[in-house]
Nanobody, 118 residues
Framework: QVQFVESGGGLVQPGGSLRLSCVASGFPFNQNDMGWYRQVPGKQRELVARISLGGFRTNYADSVKGRFTISRDNNKNTVNLEMNNLQPQDAAVYFC???????????WGRGTQVMVSS
């Protein structure tokens, strides 16, 4: 059974930082590109960062480029998202998933809530 367990969210002030982690299980992690997605109420879930299966290629949404860094540890089946200079528009529930042909591949986990407010 595929499972994603996201953690690391919380409340930060504008300009602050958070590090999100996702532990994946139930599928061949090191054979899949991975992505971090986010969703706010009333909007579609969006891909914010993607990393290739070996960790050598990364892509970011324009809105987070230069502020967020995605990384992975294939020995621990973990994908991380380092988020710096957080802004109110980054507030969302963040999810991870395998990325396959432009779409998330499996059912979603519960996500982790990020709140940005002074």
């Amino acid at each position: 059974q595929v499972q994603f367990v996201e953690s690391g969210g919380g409340l930060v002030q504008p300009g602050g930082s958070l590090r999100l982690s996702c532990v994946a299980s139930g599928f061949p992690f090191n054979q899949n590109d991975m992505g971090w997605y986010r969703q706010v109420p009333g909007k579609q879930r969006e891909l914010v960062a993607r990393i290739s299966l070996g960790g050598f290629r990364t892509n970011y949404a324009d809105s987070v480029k230069g502020r967020f860094t995605i990384s992975r540890d294939n020995n621990k089946n973990t994908v991380n998202l380092e988020m710096n200079n957080l802004q109110p528009q980054d507030a969302a529930v963040y999810f991870c998933n395998a990325y396959w042909r432009g779409s998330p591949r499996y059912n979603w986990g519960r996500g982790t809530q990020v709140m940005v407010s002074s």
